[in-house]
């Protein structure tokens, strides 16, 4: 796991790289990209330049071509601050190894980028646990390349964990700290249940969402509560539970870690265990920044995530979030008001035919609508207490 008192003593300069192939197409990657950048800010590190290739498939030693290998190598000669090449997509060691002997720098992928935030992110025992047996499964293949990598370069992002020393690239030994990771896992997992179990029979809410979506703002505003909360991915790791009482119906909030795009299948499984809170609850809030481009395809990740953990058949309210954003970012200053109402409320329809009228459209940050949410809930809570705990009568008006 990472030093949590080591910091970065300046700002590593990366050059991004990423490929066009059969399952792949050329916008999406420009998509991937542009999200790799926000990734690599949020480790530490500042883009500078990004080379893409159009091949059939990756190669299988070097992920891309020979050209654009020698491309690379000579604008990074030329460019004596760079000091790390991040690839898109999943290398394995002995591609790291190629690339990296071709390029002189270090060279991380996507995965073990996120992980390296991951890292930096865990603050519990729970998440320090999960994200070292994410890291130990990382590099359990790629071991025969990396070794030397980690050992080589030492410091900053994607080598801050384990595997550093000769020692630990030892597959027996590695896989001896997967075991027992996964002990201690089980053992907090069942704390963790019976600290659920513990907390009686309320009604249970998640937020969920894609990554920086706005899930720990809207918690602190629903809560009233102080939950970390900035403009960078994954700022939540702990799933983070409070009690929240609306006009006498009280029930249990929880914010959980945010969904991303090629998410390492690794940490998936690692985190099953957090994502409890998830499977557990009554009702999902999916929050949704409909001021990005994208919006739509976040929401699909976030859709197809919750079906592998078969949440997918749970109450959901969808909560269109940043709505200021949007305004400001789709509408001229000069467009007529009556244009723009329009147009908002064609917006508003749509959704909400998709989603069979479960939808809302606020701006948690300038509290828009909140009013309207916070009714929302309160229906569909005291609607559930009426079903499940008929006894509970003091919840039900």
């Known amino acids: 796991m990472i030093d949590k008192k080591s910091k970065f003593s300046k700002e590593e300069k990366a050059i991004l790289v990423g490929l066009v192939h ?16 926000f990734l690599a800010e949020t480790a530490g590190a500042k883009t500078v330049k990004t080379f893409f290739q159009k091949l059939p498939h990756p190669d299988s030693k070097t992920f891309i071509g020979k050209g654009k290998l020698e491309e690379i190598a000579a604008y990074i000669a030329g ?7 991040i690839f898109d997509d999943e290398l394995t ?18 995965s073990d980028l996120i992980l390296d935030i991951f890292a930096n992110r865990a603050k519990t025992a729970q998440a320090k646990a999960q994200v070292e047996l994410a890291q130990y499964q990382y590099i359990l293949p790629r071991l025969r390349g990396m070794w030397k990598h980690l050992e080589r370069l030492g410091g900053g992002i994607g080598t801050r964990g384990p595997g550093e020393t000769e020692i630990e690239t030892d597959r027996r030994i ?4 997967i075991a027992l990771l996964r002990k201690r896992l089980v053992e907090i997992d069942k704390q ?7 907390r009686g029979e309320f009604i ?21 509560s102080e939950v970390f909360a900035e403009n960078k991915l994954f700022a939540t790791l702990d799933t983070t539970t409070r009690k929240v009482v609306f ?3 009280p029930f249990l909030l929880s914010d959980t870690v945010g969904f991303i795009r090629k998410l390492p299948h690794h940490l998936v499984e690692s985190f099953k265990s957090t994502l409890d809170e998830v499977k557990e609850s009554d009702i999902l809030l999916h929050v949704i920044d409909i001021s990005h481009p994208q919006y739509e395809d976040q929401m699909a990740v976030v859709n197809k995530t919750l079906q592998e953990l078969s949440c997918h058949n749970k109450p959901v309210i969808y909560i269109f979030n940043k709505m200021d954003l949007y305004v400001k970012n789709t509408f001229d200053e000069w467009l007529e008001g009556d244009t723009k109402q329009q147009l908002l409320q064609e917006l508003k ?8 009228g479960n939808c809302i459209f606020i701006s948690a940050t300038e509290k828009q609508n909140i009013d309207e949410l916070r009714n929302t809930l309160i229906s569909k809570i005291r609607e559930l207490y009426r079903i499940r705990y008929p006894y509970k009568t003091e919840f039900l008006y």
């Open 79 to 85: 460019k004596e601050d760079i000091e790390v090449a």
């Open 192 to 198: 963790a249940y019976t600290q659920r179990k513990d």
């Open 204 to 224: 249970r809410v998640a937020l969920v969402g894609y990554t920086n979506v706005g899930k720990s703002t809207l918690m602190n505003v629903l809560s009233k």
């Open 349 to 356: 329809e749509r959704w909400t035919n998709e989603t069979q």
């Open 247 to 249: 006009n006498n119906t």
């Open 93 to 110: 060691g002995a591609q790291i190894s190629n690339i990296e002997k071709a390029l002189n720098v270090k060279v991380i992928d996507r």
């Open 22 to 37: 059969k399952q792949q197409t050329e916008q999406q990657l420009k998509e991937y990209l542009h999200e790799l950048a």
């Open 174 to 177: 590695v896989r001896d700290k």
